[in-house]
């Protein structure tokens, strides 16, 4: 594993740095923050010094743990108890540490809004739209009543919901996840802060969503001036929003710079490395020293052979939902299979249906020669110890209760496969195929990182020396760096043990790097489908052209380029292109000040 020496010098280009005298909206002096636990203190954030100026956007780029967070944190006064926080945090020129609760409530909302990961969990499941937006002015004094209702359908008309007045009733589960983060953008921007921190913004939204929201906020910049402190780890969103980057490594900015100077040459070893990790859209294979298998033999078996599949949800009182429809496609034998689509596309219900879960309601479905549509329990149950499944999250899938080893060994203890001696073997000899120590044995799930739980996983799945391996989006919850290395050793086994593999992702580079063969999904219906080289370099359908302009690269010429082919193509095909809608930003802001003068 890759080591960086935290005592290197930092490496700060000065380009894009304020300069004194010039308007700052948001300043971290020298900020550091210690939490005291049980086990001692922890050191999170070590001496931060960062500038936010008026219309600009600053990311902040780092791994789990890298500190970003909580430097974020900083700004609302929102760290728990146990938090020691040293240094200056400026807020439009308020000093956030010398200001009462009262006046730190207020602060919040005015003069610094925040754009959290989760919308769903951002808003209350039990309060409409509307009642929560009316809620949000009254707080801060915008607006009170029929103004506060009046304001809050303007504002969802500018972040682009379409008819507001609708929308104002709906609780937060009946919009879509775009939607709801619209929402939080229209409550942010409510009370004009003058600046916006938006922590992972698109982390949880689909591709094309991701695409909208980060168009909005760029409008949103441009037309309010309004200061953004962008928290992400994504290096694709940050060549797409930023003006300046800082980089964290263990709660020390390492490298800061204009966004071309830190991503199109970088200094420090670690934003190198974060920068080799991201798999590129257009770049195929051979990137991050992943090699997969170019050719496959077209008379190999087929291990997946689904027929005008049809998969249906049944709902109480009203006809069933029918989340797959018609769908066809193969797997052969030896042979990376890309299921692609977003949230609601059908594809995880697809992998659901291969590890015999659900049932289909029509058409047929054969793994490795065997009709599960027409299999009992018992049969499907003998099938299972042929299919290998990794799941999107790794903490999840493992049970915390059983050490690692067991929890390797439990495919063998079901199917009641040798003793516990050539069990303990067969553990120790996978656990050296995904490249982890011995001694993780005896550890418990919660005592190993997440890139280890999920190469964990990994080695529970080919236990049984699969024949197929279902892989619901299996690094999507994983760090770049950690991802990289999971794919390594994924395509590494694949290669040594040859199984055929349905790997279902959201994330087109990955699909780009590993499949032979990409299936598009959209509506439970398959859009387009052929060999990678044609789907993703020469898409014809114009939802799979929308998907694949929508994913950002980390370069951000490219991707300047690419924006603008993306808003090109919309216009070309009748979709509009998201922005926010306000011809007049004084008239916007004097409406503000002018009700909150009459309260």
Request: proline fraction near 5%; aromatic fraction near 4%.
């Amino acid at each position: 594993m890759t080591t960086f020496q935290n005592d290197q010098d930092q490496i700060f280009t000065g380009s894009g740095t304020p300069l004194d005298g010039e308007e700052v909206v948001l300043s971290f002096d020298d900020v550091d923050v210690r939490f005291k636990t049980e086990f001692g203190s922890v050191h999170a954030v070590k001496g931060v010094d960062l500038r936010v100026r008026p219309g600009e956007v600053v990311a902040l780029v780092g791994e789990s743990g890298s500190g970003k967070s909580v430097t974020s944190m900083t700004a609302m006064r929102l760290l728990p108890r146990n938090a020691r926080i040293g240094g200056v945090v400026n807020v439009a020129g308020k000093d956030v540490g010398r200001l009462s609760e009262r006046t730190m409530r207020r602060l919040r909302g005015n003069d610094v809004a925040m754009v959290f990961q989760e919308p769903m969990t951002a808003l209350n499941p039990v309060l409409t739209i509307g009642t929560q937006m009316v809620e949000s002015m009254e707080l801060h004094g915008v607006a009170r009543g029929q103004a506060a209702v009046d304001r809050a359908v303007e504002l969802l008309g500018m972040v682009g919901i379409p008819e507001p007045e609708r929308q104002m009733a709906k609780y937060p589960h009946e919009l879509s996840g775009g939607q709801r983060q619209r929402v939080v953008i229209a409550m942010a921007i409510s009370c004009d802060p003058k600046v916006i921190i938006a922590d992972e913004p698109t982390t949880a939204l689909d591709v094309t969503v991701q695409a909208d929201i980060l168009d909005l906020l760029r409008s949103l910049k441009d037309k309010l001036n309004t200061g953004i402190l962008l928290i992400t780890h994504n290096m694709g969103v940050v060549a797409d929003m930023a003006d300046r980057v800082a980089v964290m490594f263990k709660g020390e900015i390492v490298e800061r710079g204009t966004v071309e100077e830190v991503l199109l040459r970088p200094q420090h070893d670690y934003t190198k490395m974060l920068l080799g990790s991201v798999p590129r859209m257009g770049a195929g294979r051979g990137q991050m020293g992943i090699s997969v298998r170019e050719e496959v033999d077209e008379t190999a078996p087929l291990a997946i052979e689904l027929k005008n599949l049809v998969i249906e949800y049944q709902r109480l009182g009203k006809a069933p939902f029918r989340a797959v429809d018609d769908v066809s496609f193969t797997v052969r034998k030896g042979e990376i299979v890309g299921l692609v689509g977003e949230s609601g596309s059908g594809k995880s219900t697809i992998g659901r249906c291969a590890l015999g879960l659900i049932p289909a309601a029509g058409g047929e479905f054969r793994l490795l020669g065997e009709d599960i549509t027409r299999m009992n329990r018992k049969q499907l149950k003998g099938l299972r110890k042929r299919i290998g499944v990794v799941f999107q999250d790794p903490a999840a899938s493992l049970n915390p209760r059983l050490p690692i080893g067991d929890c390797i060994a439990e495919p063998m203890v079901v199917h009641g496969i040798g003793d516990r001696k050539s069990r303990q073997d067969k553990v120790y000899e996978l656990l050296d195929a995904v490249q982890l120590p011995r001694e993780v044995y005896n550890r418990y799930p919660h005592e190993v990182s997440g890139g280890q739980r999920q190469r964990i996983c990994v080695a529970r799945a080919l236990t049984l020396d699969p024949e197929l391996l279902v892989a619901d989006e299996p690094t999507s919850a994983l760090d770049v760096s950690v991802q990289a290395r999971v794919l390594k050793i994924f395509s590494e086994l694949q290669e040594q043990f040859g199984f055929a593999c349905l790997f279902i992702s959201h994330d087109l580079a990955v699909i780009d790097l590993l499949a032979h063969k990409v299936v598009v999904l959209q509506n439970g219906k398959v859009v387009e489908a052929g060999p990678r080289e044609q789907i993703m370099e020469n898409p014809q359908e114009e939802y799979t052209q929308r998907l694949i302009a929508a994913a950002p690269v980390p370069d951000p010429i490219e991707q300047g380029r690419r924006r603008r082919e993306r808003h090109e193509l919309l216009r070309a095909q009748g979709e509009e292109v998201v922005e926010l809608h306000l011809d007049d930003p004084s008239a916007f802001r004097e409406s503000i000040s002018g009700e909150a003068d009459t309260l």
